[in-house]
């Protein structure tokens, strides 16, 4: 057995560690996986065999062969209160047995019914109805296409164009992917997305060149049906952020130029930025907000798309061809609705909220301590390093796969973003988890 040791304010934390590679090169499952899947963001001509994992708890998870990892960053943003919460599960398995799925048109439940009434006790006020999908895209999709045809369904018909922010990431849909950065993602689909308007993200510096910017598109208010970004942290586009005074100005542009706006709070959602929504730091709210990842904590697929009293009522008519023509097989899953039910009891207490706040505050003093680098940024329950390297800053940045491999090696799950290295836990991380953490970054800086 070897060990991975490392000091961070003094304090020596001693982790057990082995060869990873060569133990997944043996494992029969990964052997098996490689034969008949085909994984996501995954380059499988270079990529090596995945781990196979055989539990989670908590902050954890486990391989088949009882090797721990500490999940760093919530197994892709979605898992709040840690894998395999017994709370959760236990409702989840008590509806099971009462109803496990049934059609969302015509029909309903009231796991689906209290979900939306839960939700609107704590977003925005102007929010008041929740349309249910299933996952991120589809919500993001979703909100899509009300801001359109609520235009269209009032006879305005040139309003159809979207604004959104440069670099930014939405999903993996034909919409999303539209309104979402042009990368090499979606270069192969480039003739086939819908033309976007693209905005200078606010950061510092840029503040004014994005703002004048905003103010020259508002000029063609009558062809603009949205705005659509990701509020204070753009995630997929390397963590990058912005203050909500920017934020708050553009929505208010947008507001008094008829323009609707929509939050993409999937990964920023319950909690992440230090309040319950990024949007809570801003003072105009948006028209429409997108939801997912942590919405079940991270046990089940949901989407949720909420949006004002206006919005809706533009899609009431007697003409049926007015309907918001978009539904899901699984839309408002008891399951489901009952897991972001499970969810939003642990969110809403004070021990979720002091973890919260006592991981903002590790954060802060990991910062602090290297207040000498520009690069380090920290909103919330979100740490962010951006790693200066020739290459630049690009998400197939060649330090991606030479930290991934680091990291795992020392029983840690992070999936830099490109050159940019992030920490995005399960609220229940501990925080002997989170210094050593930190010291194997340190490491990592200093080869």
Known sequence: MLFAT???MNEQIEYPVENTNSYIQESQLAKRDAKVVWHPFTQHYTAPFSIPVARAEGAYLFDDSGRKYIDAISSWWVNLHGHSHPYIAQKVAE????????IFAGFTHEPAVRLAERLLEILPKNQAKIFYSDNGSTAV??????AIQYFHNQGFTKKRKVIALENGYHGDTFGTMAVGAKSGFNAPFEAFLYETIYLPVPIKGQETHSLETMKKLMENADEIACF????????AGGMVMYEPKMLDTLIKLARENGVLTIADEIMTGFGRTGKLFATDYVETKPDILCLSKGLTGGAMALGVTSCTQEIY???LSEDRRKTLFHSHSF?????ACTAGLASLDLLLNEETENKILKI???HQEFKQKHA????????GTILSIEIQTEEGTSYFNNIRDIAYKFFIEKGILIRPLGNVIYLLPPYCISEEDLKYIYGCIEDFLNL
């Not at 659509?228 to 995630?235: A, D, K, R, T, V």
């Not at 000498?372 to 909103?379: A, F």
């Open 372 to 379: 000498q680098l520009s690069n380090i940024t920290v909103k």
């Open 360 to 362: 903002n505050q590790l």
């Open 141 to 146: 999709e979703v909100a899509l296409k009300m």
């Open 313 to 315: 009522d533009a899609f």
């Open 228 to 235: 659509i970004f990701e509020p204070l942290i753009q995630g």
């Open 95 to 102: 509806q099971f047995l009462q109803l496990e799925q049934v």
């Open 331 to 335: 839309t408002a899953n008891p399951l």
């Open 6 to 8: 490392t000091a961070y």
